[in-house]
Each structure stands twice: as C-alpha cells, then as structure tokens.
C-alpha cells in the first residue's frame, strides 16, 4: 500500500526541480518560465523554483548531487505541497545514489507524502517513489504543460491540473476530442501561436480482450525501461538501478495493470519491438492482467506500433487498450502509481476506483 499524498489547496507552495535536463535555467528559456509561473499562480499556487534548478544545463549534467539536494529539499521543506519537475531528460539515475541512501530524504517521503508529477525519464523517480512507498503521478510538468506556449492551458490537460485539487472517489479516464502535434518553434516569437490540432478519430482502442479487468498501475515510459534493462545509453545506468532493486521483479508485476507510452524520439517500430521484447524477458509482460498504451506523439507509427503490441504480447492473450492521452502525446492525463484501475474492454473504458490523495 503506498503513501498518498494530500490534494493540492489554492495558496499552497509548489516546489519546481530540475532532475534531468537543465533547460529551465537557461536564458532562451526565460518566456516559459515566466508562462509556467503565471499558470500556476492561476491555479492559485504559489511556485518555489528550489536553489539549483536554474543553474542551467552544463552545470546540472555535470552536478546530479545538486539536482538530488533539490528533490530532498522539497520534501524537507514542510510548507512545500506539490512538486513539479521542469522537464525530462535522459540520466535521471544518476540521483539515486545520493537520495536512496540518504535517511532523512527517505523518512520525509513517507511522513511528508506530496504530490510529484512528470512523465518521460522521471520514470526513474516514479519507480524509486514506488519502491520507498510514494504515489506519484505520471503526469504534467512545467516546461511542456504548465508554460505551454499556446495563448492558454490545453483545456484537456488543464483539467487534469484541477484534479490535483479534487479527490473524487472514482475518476473516469476519458479520450480527449483533439490531438495536438509538438511544437517545433520554442522561441519568444512563438507565444501565443495555437498548437496544430486534430480531432481524435480513433478513441481508445481495444486491441485485444473482453470483459472487466482490475489491476493497479504501474508503468512509465517505454524508452526508459528500455534504458534502464540496458547498457544502449549509458553503460552503467542498468547496474546503478539493479542496486538499488528499482525494477520491479515479474512477482510485483503480477496483477498489475501496466501503462507504457512511447518519447518524443519516436522509435522505429523494429526498437519499438525489442523495447517490448525486452520486458517480456523480464517477465514484465506474461505477469500483468492488461496493459495501458499511450497514443504515440504526432501519431507516428500509430499503426506499426499495435502491430508490434499484438505480436509480442499473442503468447500471453494480454488485455489491450491503446491511444490513451498520457504522456509524451499531447495533451496529458495523469496517471497515479499504485492506484487500483478498472479496464472495460467491452466499452473501451478506464477509471480509476479509488481516491486519487489521502482522504483529510
């Protein structure tokens, strides 16, 4: 059973932390640090940028201890509610060794549970959060939501900003109408530019399975688990995270209702492949009770990608429901580690059946 943090209130502070990337300190991005402070102060939040998360990409990739001391510092820091990252990045594992040895970091995530939100390489965050007893939320963050460049929220993601203020009893997870390409232009000229849309013509999408399912969530991105079971990217990031025991073995799996979704890199369906083969070989895939799967950015691959679903997962008939808003797609649901969901496969339908945040 995991710790649940409380729901956000209007006039609580918010820590901003750099764990991967250090876009956020740089000077081109000052534009979007300045939208992502005004859309929080719209919620009604006040935002706390922690002591190094503007010190800019090349001192940040060569300091993870200062990235760490900044994650430790939030949930130190009592009057800090709620944590967003400012984006991902791709060597977030080089935290854990000054945060999961440190006893005071572990002890305050447990007696201090606050909501944590991103996607993408937080992934590793997220699993170390599940492993020490957090729920966190795979879900927005500063930079590619809250500053988004458009002349307002994304209306679908901004409901899921609201929803870290609201602790329904059961959640419907719905398909967004539209479906917004990324942005290529990040610039100060750009403010204001409304994103590419299109409607969302395919919905959820059952791709294999009948019937009513019930597992907890548990997942991330496809790239990072990938990185993570691998030396592809850096040669030590798999042994970093088998010390630490971050991967959940095939028997905390069992049950699970895993979510995976795809980055920005937008992998070729042949890496797509070996990316869900590899958690095959982990016993990832014959364990779970079904499997969640976000719509892929810009729809590249979209059907290439259900191929290779339906494929590595025949062995083990595996509940399917693809093209769900979470993610590197945009926009963005989130989606609460350890959280019981319900599948309709005969509707196409997900919900979440208990409280997002700790009952007050």
């Not at 403010?191 to 294999?208: A, C, W, Y």
């Amino acid at each position: 059973m995991l710790h649940k943090p409380p729901a956000l209130k209007p006039g609580d502070q918010v820590g901003i932390v750099s764990l991967s990337q250090g876009t956020l300190g740089e000077d081109f991005a000052a534009h979007q640090r300045q939208l992502g402070v005004k859309r929080l102060e719209e919620l009604g939040l006040n935002p706390v940028f922690m002591p190094n998360a503007l010190k800019g990409i090349v001192y940040l990739a060569a300091h993870p201890e200062a990235r760490a001391a900044d994650l430790k510092t939030a949930f130190l820091n009592p009057e800090i509610k709620g944590i967003f990252c400012a984006i991902g990045g791709d060597d977030t594992y080089r935290l854990l060794p000054y945060l999961m040895t440190d006893t005071d970091f572990i002890q305050a995530v447990t007696m201090q549970p606050k909501i944590f939100s991103d996607f993408s390489d937080t992934t590793i965050n997220h699993l170390m959060f599940y492993r020490l007893g957090l729920r966190s939320f795979y879900g927005p963050n500063f930079l590619n939501d809250l500053a988004e460049l458009d002349h307002k929220l994304l209306p679908f993601t901004q409901q899921t900003l609201k929803h870290y203020f609201e602790n329904p009893a059961v959640t419907d997870i719905t398909a967004s109408p539209v479906w917004y390409e990324e942005q290529t232009d990040f610039s100060e000229q750009s403010l204001g530019t409304p994103r590419v849309s299109h409607p969302e013509t395919h919905g959820f999408e059952v791709l294999r399975g009948r019937g009513r399912i019930k597992g907890e969530l548990l997942g991330g991105c496809l790239d990072s688990f990938y990185d993570i079971l691998t030396t592809n990217r850096y040669p030590d990031e798999a042994a970093v995270i088998a010390k630490y025991q971050l991967f959940p073995d095939a028997k905390i799996w069992q049950g699970k209702i895993l979510f995976i979704e795809t980055s920005e890199e937008q992998p070729k369906p042949t890496l797509y492949r070996a990316m869900l083969q590899t958690l095959a070989q982990q016993g990832v895939l014959a364990a779970v009770a079904g499997i969640i799967v976000g719509k892929p950015q810009n729809e590249r691959y979209y059907e290439a990608y259900k191929v290779a679903l339906l494929q590595v997962t025949a062995a083990y008939q595996t509940p399917i429901i693809y093209n769900v808003n979470f993610g590197h797609a945009y926009p963005r649901t989130a989606l609460p580690y350890g959280a019981e969901a319900l599948l309709d496969l005969d509707q196409g339908r997900i919900q979440i059946t208990e409280p997002y945040f700790a009952e007050n």
